[in-house]
Protein backbone atom coordinates (compact mmCIF):
# COMPACT_ATOMS: atom_id res chain seq x y z
CA UNK A 1 0.00 0.00 0.00
CA UNK A 2 2.95 2.59 0.84
CA UNK A 3 4.98 1.71 -2.05
CA UNK A 4 2.35 3.13 -5.10
CA UNK A 5 1.67 6.01 -2.61
CA UNK A 6 5.45 7.20 -2.53
CA UNK A 7 5.74 6.69 -6.33
CA UNK A 8 2.94 9.16 -6.76
CA UNK A 9 4.67 10.85 -4.36
CA UNK A 10 7.52 11.08 -5.82
CA UNK A 11 6.37 11.66 -9.45
CA UNK A 12 5.02 15.09 -8.32
CA UNK A 13 8.14 16.30 -7.70
CA UNK A 14 9.61 14.95 -10.68
CA UNK A 15 10.44 16.35 -14.57
CA UNK A 16 8.53 15.59 -16.97
CA UNK A 17 11.32 13.74 -19.10
CA UNK A 18 11.92 11.84 -15.92
CA UNK A 19 8.44 10.10 -15.58
CA UNK A 20 8.01 9.52 -19.33
CA UNK A 21 11.95 7.73 -19.29
CA UNK A 22 10.64 5.31 -16.67
CA UNK A 23 13.25 6.87 -13.95
CA UNK A 24 10.59 7.59 -10.76
CA UNK A 25 10.26 5.34 -8.32
CA UNK A 26 9.71 5.74 -5.05
CA UNK A 27 12.53 8.55 -4.88
CA UNK A 28 12.02 12.47 -7.44
CA UNK A 29 14.16 12.62 -10.47
CA UNK A 30 15.12 16.12 -11.10
CA UNK A 31 13.17 17.82 -8.17
CA UNK A 32 11.02 20.29 -9.06
CA UNK A 33 8.05 22.02 -7.61
CA UNK A 34 6.43 22.75 -11.47
CA UNK A 35 3.68 20.59 -11.03
CA UNK A 36 2.17 21.70 -8.01
CA UNK A 37 2.35 25.28 -9.15
CA UNK A 38 0.24 24.14 -12.18
CA UNK A 39 -2.81 22.69 -9.77
CA UNK A 40 -2.95 25.57 -7.15
CA UNK A 41 -2.60 28.16 -9.67
CA UNK A 42 -5.59 26.35 -11.36
CA UNK A 43 -8.99 28.56 -9.96
CA UNK A 44 -10.84 25.67 -10.48
CA UNK A 45 -9.35 23.20 -8.25
CA UNK A 46 -9.38 25.61 -5.82
CA UNK A 47 -13.31 26.25 -6.23
CA UNK A 48 -13.64 22.47 -5.92
CA UNK A 49 -11.70 22.10 -2.64
CA UNK A 50 -14.16 24.57 -1.05
CA UNK A 51 -16.91 22.68 -2.49
CA UNK A 52 -15.44 19.07 -1.07
CA UNK A 53 -15.01 21.31 2.14
CA UNK A 54 -18.85 22.88 2.08
CA UNK A 55 -19.96 19.57 1.39
CA UNK A 56 -18.24 17.73 4.07
CA UNK A 57 -19.21 20.06 6.80
CA UNK A 58 -22.75 20.94 6.25
CA UNK A 59 -23.41 17.08 4.87
CA UNK A 60 -21.84 16.07 7.93
CA UNK A 61 -24.11 17.81 10.16
CA UNK A 62 -27.08 16.93 8.25
CA UNK A 63 -26.29 13.11 8.61
CA UNK A 64 -25.24 13.34 12.67
CA UNK A 65 -28.92 15.28 13.08
CA UNK A 66 -31.22 13.41 11.35
CA UNK A 67 -29.25 9.89 12.18
CA UNK A 68 -29.08 10.85 16.07
CA UNK A 69 -32.66 11.49 15.54
CA UNK A 70 -34.30 8.35 14.10
CA UNK A 71 -31.58 6.00 16.16
CA UNK A 72 -33.10 7.55 19.10
CA UNK A 73 -36.32 7.37 18.31
CA UNK A 74 -35.45 3.65 17.65
CA UNK A 75 -33.90 2.97 20.67
CA UNK A 76 -37.14 3.32 22.38
CA UNK A 77 -38.66 -0.32 23.14
CA UNK A 78 -41.91 0.68 23.15
CA UNK A 79 -42.16 2.68 20.08
CA UNK A 80 -45.42 1.37 18.10
CA UNK A 81 -44.10 -0.39 14.90
CA UNK A 82 -40.14 -0.39 16.18
CA UNK A 83 -39.34 -3.41 14.59
CA UNK A 84 -41.28 -2.66 11.39
CA UNK A 85 -38.86 0.32 10.77
CA UNK A 86 -35.66 -1.38 11.71
CA UNK A 87 -36.97 -3.77 9.17
CA UNK A 88 -37.15 -1.99 6.87
CA UNK A 89 -33.53 -0.46 8.07
CA UNK A 90 -31.75 -3.52 7.81
CA UNK A 91 -33.30 -3.70 3.81
CA UNK A 92 -31.40 -0.89 2.79
CA UNK A 93 -28.74 -2.26 3.83
CA UNK A 94 -29.08 -5.97 1.70
CA UNK A 95 -30.95 -4.11 -1.29
CA UNK A 96 -29.67 -0.75 -2.80
CA UNK A 97 -31.99 1.48 -4.94
CA UNK A 98 -31.43 1.10 -8.71
CA UNK A 99 -29.16 4.16 -10.66
CA UNK A 100 -32.51 5.19 -12.74
CA UNK A 101 -34.92 5.33 -9.99
CA UNK A 102 -32.64 7.11 -7.91
CA UNK A 103 -31.84 9.43 -10.46
CA UNK A 104 -35.68 9.84 -11.02
CA UNK A 105 -36.26 10.75 -7.52
CA UNK A 106 -33.60 13.36 -7.31
CA UNK A 107 -35.03 14.96 -10.61
CA UNK A 108 -38.62 15.07 -9.23
CA UNK A 109 -37.44 16.67 -5.82
CA UNK A 110 -35.87 19.39 -7.91
CA UNK A 111 -32.42 18.96 -6.30
CA UNK A 112 -30.40 18.17 -10.05
CA UNK A 113 -27.50 20.45 -10.43
CA UNK A 114 -27.56 21.39 -6.37
CA UNK A 115 -25.29 20.22 -3.93
CA UNK A 116 -28.20 19.08 -2.21
CA UNK A 117 -28.35 16.08 -5.01
CA UNK A 118 -25.20 14.92 -2.93
CA UNK A 119 -26.03 15.27 0.94
CA UNK A 120 -29.83 14.80 1.06
CA UNK A 121 -30.19 11.33 -0.45
CA UNK A 122 -27.40 9.57 1.33
CA UNK A 123 -28.57 12.15 4.50
CA UNK A 124 -29.12 8.44 6.79
CA UNK A 125 -26.93 5.46 6.34
CA UNK A 126 -28.18 2.26 8.23
CA UNK A 127 -24.84 0.74 9.39
CA UNK A 128 -24.03 4.32 11.35
CA UNK A 129 -27.71 4.32 12.60
CA UNK A 130 -27.56 0.96 13.99
CA UNK A 131 -23.93 1.66 15.91
CA UNK A 132 -25.79 4.94 17.09
CA UNK A 133 -29.07 2.80 18.10
CA UNK A 134 -27.27 0.22 19.66
CA UNK A 135 -25.23 3.17 22.09
CA UNK A 136 -28.34 4.57 23.11
CA UNK A 137 -30.12 1.94 24.25
CA UNK A 138 -27.06 1.66 26.86
CA UNK A 139 -27.91 4.76 28.27
CA UNK A 140 -29.63 3.81 31.55
CA UNK A 141 -33.38 3.86 31.73
CA UNK A 142 -33.12 5.34 34.81
CA UNK A 143 -31.27 8.52 34.21
CA UNK A 144 -33.97 9.42 31.26
CA UNK A 145 -36.70 8.83 33.37
CA UNK A 146 -35.20 10.87 35.99
CA UNK A 147 -35.13 13.84 33.12
CA UNK A 148 -38.79 13.08 32.64
CA UNK A 149 -39.61 13.53 36.57
CA UNK A 150 -37.86 16.74 36.10
CA UNK A 151 -40.31 18.16 33.58
CA UNK A 152 -38.00 17.11 29.78
CA UNK A 153 -39.78 16.24 27.00
CA UNK A 154 -38.15 13.95 24.49
CA UNK A 155 -36.37 16.40 22.75
CA UNK A 156 -35.10 18.24 25.40
CA UNK A 157 -34.22 14.97 26.62
CA UNK A 158 -32.16 13.77 23.31
CA UNK A 159 -30.32 17.35 23.23
CA UNK A 160 -29.60 17.98 26.88
CA UNK A 161 -28.88 14.05 27.90
CA UNK A 162 -28.23 11.87 25.41
CA UNK A 163 -26.45 13.46 22.83
CA UNK A 164 -23.79 14.67 25.58
CA UNK A 165 -23.37 11.11 26.84
CA UNK A 166 -22.49 10.13 23.18
CA UNK A 167 -20.50 12.13 22.01
CA UNK A 168 -17.77 9.39 21.76
CA UNK A 169 -20.33 7.69 19.36
CA UNK A 170 -21.59 11.06 17.73
CA UNK A 171 -18.54 11.57 16.86
CA UNK A 172 -17.02 7.90 15.34
CA UNK A 173 -20.12 8.13 13.07
CA UNK A 174 -19.50 11.78 12.13
CA UNK A 175 -15.71 10.33 11.18
CA UNK A 176 -17.58 7.66 8.95
CA UNK A 177 -19.49 10.07 6.92
CA UNK A 178 -17.09 13.04 6.54
CA UNK A 179 -15.07 10.77 4.63
CA UNK A 180 -17.75 9.32 2.48
CA UNK A 181 -18.19 13.33 1.83
CA UNK A 182 -14.88 13.70 1.27
CA UNK A 183 -14.22 10.81 -0.55
CA UNK A 184 -17.44 10.39 -3.08
CA UNK A 185 -17.75 11.18 -6.36
CA UNK A 186 -20.29 8.58 -7.96
CA UNK A 187 -23.46 10.67 -6.64
CA UNK A 188 -21.88 14.34 -8.29
CA UNK A 189 -21.28 12.68 -11.29
CA UNK A 190 -24.88 11.12 -11.65
CA UNK A 191 -26.81 14.06 -10.50
CA UNK A 192 -24.16 17.07 -11.12
CA UNK A 193 -24.26 18.64 -14.81
CA UNK A 194 -22.69 21.94 -13.86
CA UNK A 195 -18.59 21.48 -14.02
CA UNK A 196 -18.75 24.83 -11.24
CA UNK A 197 -20.03 22.82 -9.07
CA UNK A 198 -17.79 19.95 -8.78
CA UNK A 199 -16.15 18.76 -5.70
CA UNK A 200 -12.59 18.17 -5.90
CA UNK A 201 -12.88 14.25 -6.46
CA UNK A 202 -14.73 14.67 -9.33
CA UNK A 203 -12.23 17.16 -10.56
CA UNK A 204 -9.80 14.68 -10.34
CA UNK A 205 -11.31 12.21 -11.88
CA UNK A 206 -12.07 14.54 -14.88
CA UNK A 207 -8.05 15.13 -14.61
CA UNK A 208 -6.96 11.51 -14.95
CA UNK A 209 -9.76 10.45 -17.42
CA UNK A 210 -10.59 13.62 -20.00
CA UNK A 211 -7.08 14.78 -19.84
CA UNK A 212 -8.03 17.98 -18.38
CA UNK A 213 -4.23 18.28 -16.85
CA UNK A 214 -3.30 19.27 -21.04
CA UNK A 215 -4.55 23.09 -19.61
CA UNK A 216 -2.36 23.32 -16.98
CA UNK A 217 0.58 22.62 -18.46
CA UNK A 218 0.22 26.17 -20.25
CA UNK A 219 1.83 27.69 -17.01
CA UNK A 220 4.58 25.77 -16.81
CA UNK A 221 7.69 24.83 -18.00
CA UNK A 222 6.93 21.58 -20.60
CA UNK A 223 10.48 20.53 -20.17
CA UNK A 224 10.19 20.23 -16.96
CA UNK A 225 6.54 19.12 -16.28
CA UNK A 226 4.20 16.61 -18.08
CA UNK A 227 0.56 15.41 -17.76
CA UNK A 228 1.20 12.10 -15.80
CA UNK A 229 3.32 14.78 -12.89
CA UNK A 230 0.45 16.94 -12.80
CA UNK A 231 -2.14 14.08 -12.64
CA UNK A 232 0.20 12.89 -9.67
CA UNK A 233 0.41 16.40 -8.32
CA UNK A 234 -3.22 16.68 -7.96
CA UNK A 235 -4.09 13.30 -6.36
CA UNK A 236 -1.14 14.68 -3.48
CA UNK A 237 -3.47 17.48 -3.23
CA UNK A 238 -6.74 15.79 -3.03
CA UNK A 239 -5.09 13.01 -0.27
CA UNK A 240 -3.26 15.62 1.61
CA UNK A 241 -6.50 16.78 3.91
CA UNK A 242 -7.46 13.01 5.08
CA UNK A 243 -3.54 11.83 5.28
CA UNK A 244 -3.33 14.89 7.62
CA UNK A 245 -6.04 14.68 9.53
CA UNK A 246 -6.65 10.52 9.65
CA UNK A 247 -3.54 10.03 12.53
CA UNK A 248 -5.14 11.94 15.30
CA UNK A 249 -8.52 10.60 14.38
CA UNK A 250 -7.43 6.39 13.48
CA UNK A 251 -8.53 5.72 17.41
CA UNK A 252 -12.04 6.77 16.87
CA UNK A 253 -12.24 4.51 13.65
CA UNK A 254 -11.03 1.49 16.06
CA UNK A 255 -13.59 2.00 18.62
CA UNK A 256 -16.23 2.71 16.23
CA UNK A 257 -15.84 -1.20 15.75
CA UNK A 258 -16.82 -1.91 19.11
CA UNK A 259 -19.58 0.58 19.98
CA UNK A 260 -22.80 -0.38 21.05
CA UNK A 261 -21.16 -4.36 20.92
CA UNK A 262 -21.85 -4.86 24.13
CA UNK A 263 -24.83 -5.09 26.31
CA UNK A 264 -25.19 -5.39 30.13
Not at 28 to 35: A, K, S
Request: net charge positive; proline share 4%.
Amino acid sequence: MLLPFLHVLAGSFSSGNAIIQGKVTILPVEFNFLNYQAVLNDVAIWKSFGISVFVTIVGTTINLLLTALMAYGLSKSNLKGRSFFILVVLFTMIFHAPMIPSYLVVKELGMLNTLWSIMIPNAISAFNLIILMSFFQNIPKDLLESAKIDGCGEYRTWWKIVLPLSMPAMTTVGLFYAVGHWNGYFNSLMFIRNSSLFPLQVKLRKLLVESDAEAMMQSVELTLSSIEGIKMAAIMVATLPILFIYPFIQKYFAQGAMLGSIKE
